[in-house]
Structure formats: C-alpha cells, structure tokens
C-alpha cells in the first residue's frame, strides 16, 4: 500500500491535510524541528492530533531532526518518551545520537530517518536498518536508478521520498549559509532562506570595481526551483517508493488541500487503472498554488536547470475565502455555514475544493446572512466570523471556497 504523507505546520492543517486525502502527516513539536518557525504543536496539541488521526486510522509523524548538541539531550529523552506515551506513529531523527537516545528511552517507538542525514547509498540504509531504523527518507538527490538500487539490496527496509515542494540548494539541506548571515542555523530549524537572495560577485583590481551578473533579473544562482514528480508516480512506485512525501510545514490550508487533492486523485487513479490517466488536470490542480516554476530535479540523473531565477513564486490563481462548517439540505437547497477567511461578496463567482465531486464546481454568491445577529449583507468582511448563504451545490464540512484572483 502506498502512503500520502503531507505536511500539518498547526493542528488546523493537520485536519485539512487528513480531509483532503493524507494518509499521514508529518508534524512539528515546540523543540527539536527544523521549522522553527512554523506554528508547530504543544504536547496537549500532538495529543489531540495523533488521537484524532487515529480516529481516522491514519497516521502521525513527529520531526525531531535537528542536528542536537549536548544541552539538548536531557530534554529530548523525556521528548521521546512523550511522544511513545501519547501514540506517535514514528520520530523524524537525523542525529545518529538522537537516534541512539530515542532507542533507550523511548523503545517501542518507530524511527523514520530524515532526509537531512543524507542517505544516497544502499550500504548507509543497511546500516541504519542495523540501528533500528524502520523506514529512510531518501536524500532528494537520488536518481531513479539509484533508489531502484537501494530498494533492490535492501527490500526490507520503507523508502519515502519527496515529490512535492521546495527544495534546498544544499545537499538535503545540510547549508550554513543561514549561520552565517545571522546566526540562526538551517539544522536546528531556524533557516532564513539565504539562498533565495539576490547576490552580486565584485572583483576588486586597482580601485576598479567589476559586477558579475548571471544575467539582467541579477544573480539568483542559489534560488531553487520547486520540485513535482505527480507524472512520475507510477516509476517511483515501481522502483520502491512507499511513502510520498510533500514539502511545506510553513505553507497555507488553501496549499496543504490542494497538493493533498491532486495527489490523492493520481495515486487513486493509479491503484484503479494501473496508469496515470489525468495527468494533466491534476497538475493544473498545483498551478492554483503559489510556487517557483516546477522541476523533476535529478530523478532522471544530473540536471543543470534546477535554479530559478526569479526570486518571485508565481502567484495564487485563487483567494481562499471560507471554510465550510456545516450543510442541511431542504428541498434541495442547501443552506451552508462557513467560517470567513478572506473577504466575499453577493455576486461573487465562488469555487469550491473539496476531496468529494463537487471539487472545482462553482456557483454565484447569493445572499449572505452574518450568523451571530442574523443581519443580512451583500459584504463578508469580519475575518473569522461565522456567515449563512444558501447554495446549490451538495457542499460538506471541510471544503474550501475560493475566489479566482484576477475576479476581485
């Protein structure tokens, strides 16, 4: 059985995540991740996530893959036992002492080596396998032979790998440029992303100046593509993948749903027919999100084209505006509530996203009932407040509303 795994940055994304599709999530702590900056989960919120995954019989991953130093070992052992107490499917560790740790403490607890330990060799993943390692998430720099080769010497042994997001510049992320700028470190979770600036190389001769320019938008020459592999499911599966995994612990709702649906619909479509039929409609699906022009990057060998050049994503084709929390149909007409996000209108052109046959659907925003006084207006503007509209289409709690772009 192959596995959806997308990222859950606070325990409202877990649920999109999971609603959309998932059949797992992968999840930060308040310690010991390499998304410092995400939202992450307290221990209370791990609880509720992992227990409301299971409920779904799904599963939940938590990352503890910095690279530790010794003031951190005393608090990541009692980490660990946490998350074996609370029901963790598996610990992200990158740290061969992490894991050392973890192994003691917390025994019963699965581990899932990070793609920051850089495994690109079959005897690497014999070796982890030695140390109690279930499952390898594979450096991203592995070519489709060479994963072919490791689940080959090692069929025992879970392969995941990244097919969705963006990519570091550096060796599976092992940079210290962020270090070095600012004294925040990309391997314990604190990246400011350096390599997205722009950069000018200047030679100094005889008080001369010289600028060395990649071209004329600047030098961009760190800034990497985004990576998507949807057409190359089927090979990936073939050649040993399990796990497919999607960048963006730091990224939106409206991105972990849509990345969720149209990866979802492919590997389903995939199970049913045994080939990759829609394609194309599910990689239109991924343009709706902002991203950098996209890239295979080295699944087919060495690949120069990587580097964007443009330190701008490509915009958002759509605006999310509200998430639907409740439907009653009478007459066949539906009455929905949502809660808002992004302001809307009464004559609106509304889409929906939803994993269910209405996604992509669309109806004309008719009028709007501002719930908690039951006042009727023509303009939701009060982020978060509750609204009622009727509608046409059979809408479920959980589905996104959106707004095309260029229509507001």
Excluded at 75 to 89: M, N, P, T, V
Excluded at 148 to 157: L, N, Q, T
Aim: glycine share 6%; hydrophobic share 40%.
């Amino acid at each position: 059985m192959f596995e959806l795994l997308l990222p859950a940055g606070n325990l409202k994304k877990l649920k999109t995540a999971l609603y959309f599709g998932a059949d797992a999530v992968y999840v930060g702590g308040k310690s010991f991740s390499l998304r410092a900056f995400a939202d992450n989960f307290t221990a209370q919120e791990l609880e509720e996530g992992i227990a409301y995954a299971h409920s779904l019989g799904k599963k939940v991953y938590v990352t503890a893959n910095i690279f530790a130093k010794n003031s951190d070992l005393e608090e990541a052992g009692e980490y660990f036992k946490l998350l074996q107490d609370i029901g963790a499917d598996a610990v992200l560790i990158s740290d061969v002492g992490m894991l050392a740790l973890c192994r003691e403490k917390a025994p019963a607890l699965n581990v899932h080596l990070s793609t920051q330990a850089n495994t690109t060799n079959l005897m690497a993943v014999k070796f982890w396998r030695s140390m109690g390692v279930s499952r390898v998430v594979l450096a991203r720099e592995l070519s489709l032979d060479e994963i072919r080769e490791i689940h080959s010497a090692v069929p025992d042994m879970e392969l995941e790998a990244f097919v969705h997001g963006a990519m570091c510049v550096s060796y599976s992320g092992r940079c210290l440029l962020s270090s070095y700028f600012s004294e925040r470190s990309s391997n314990r979770g604190e990246c400011i992303q350096p390599c997205r600036w722009e950069y000018r190389l200047t030679e100094k001769r005889k008080d001369v100046s010289v600028d060395v320019e990649q071209d004329e938008r600047g030098t961009y020459f760190m800034n990497s593509c985004d990576l998507r592999l949807l057409n190359r499911l089927p090979e990936l599966m073939a050649a040993g993948i399990c796990s497919f995994k999607v960048e963006g612990r730091m990224k939106s709702e409206f991105y972990v749903a849509t990345v969720a649906t149209a990866y979802r619909r492919a590997m389903d479509e995939i199970a049913k027919l045994g080939y990759l039929k829609n394609a194309d409609s599910y990689n239109a699906m991924l343009e709706n999100i902002s991203h950098r022009p996209y890239t295979e990057a080295y699944l087919d060998g060495e690949n120069t084209h990587t580097v964007s050049l443009n330190t701008e994503c490509l915009k958002e084709k759509f605006k999310y505006v509200a998430t639907v929390i409740g439907v009653k149909c009478q007459g066949g007409e539906y009455s929905v509530d949502v809660e808002m996000r992004n302001r809307f209108r009464t004559g609106d052109e509304i889409t929906a996203l939803s994993p269910y046959d209405v996604n992509n659907m669309s109806f004309r925003m008719g009028e709007i009932v501002h719930a908690e006084d039951g006042f009727v207006t023509d303009d939701a503007k009060l982020v978060q407040h509750i609204y009622s509209f009727s509608c046409p289409l059979p809408l479920h709690a959980g589905d996104i509303l959106l707004i095309k772009q260029d229509a507001m």
